[in-house]
């Protein structure tokens, strides 16, 4: 019932800068939050950053400083800017959206699809 899209993934050299989109679309009434997590290979997927629909954002102490999350509420989309990449910030970057649906006003927490981001020279 919800669908999400991720965008922006790809390879980068050391230093660079990408961003990261994921748009949520279905029969959603209302989202309270929106996060980025990661998984890198061997390792456990992990937050890399939340928002939520008051603006609050919450990031990890390996990308604070060099991430800044954001969101479009008309849109429901979530951004996640990252600059001065490394090489240990490659990893399948998941997209999560939580909130209300409009059937039953049942809660729901999705995941995209995953979209891949390499940082190597």
């Known amino acids: 019932q919800v669908q999400l899209v991720e965008s922006g993934g790809g390879l980068v050299q050391p230093g660079e800068s990408l961003r990261l989109s994921c748009a949520a679309s279905g029969s959603i009434f209302s989202i309270y939050a929106m996060g980025w997590y990661r998984q890198a290979p061997g390792k456990q997927r992990e937050l890399v950053a939340v928002i939520t629909s008051g603006g609050s954002a919450d990031y990890a102490d390996s990308v604070k400083g060099r991430a800044t999350i954001s969101r479009d509420n008309a849109k429901n989309t979530v951004y996640l800017q990252m600059n001065g990449l490394k090489p240990e910030d490659t990893a399948v970057y998941y997209c999560?959206?939580?909130?209300?649906?409009?059937?039953?006003?049942?809660?729901?927490?999705?995941w995209g699809q995953g979209t891949q981001v390499t940082v190597s020279s």
């Open positions: 999560n959206v939580r909130g209300v649906l409009v059937t039953a006003m049942a809660k729901f927490a999705s």
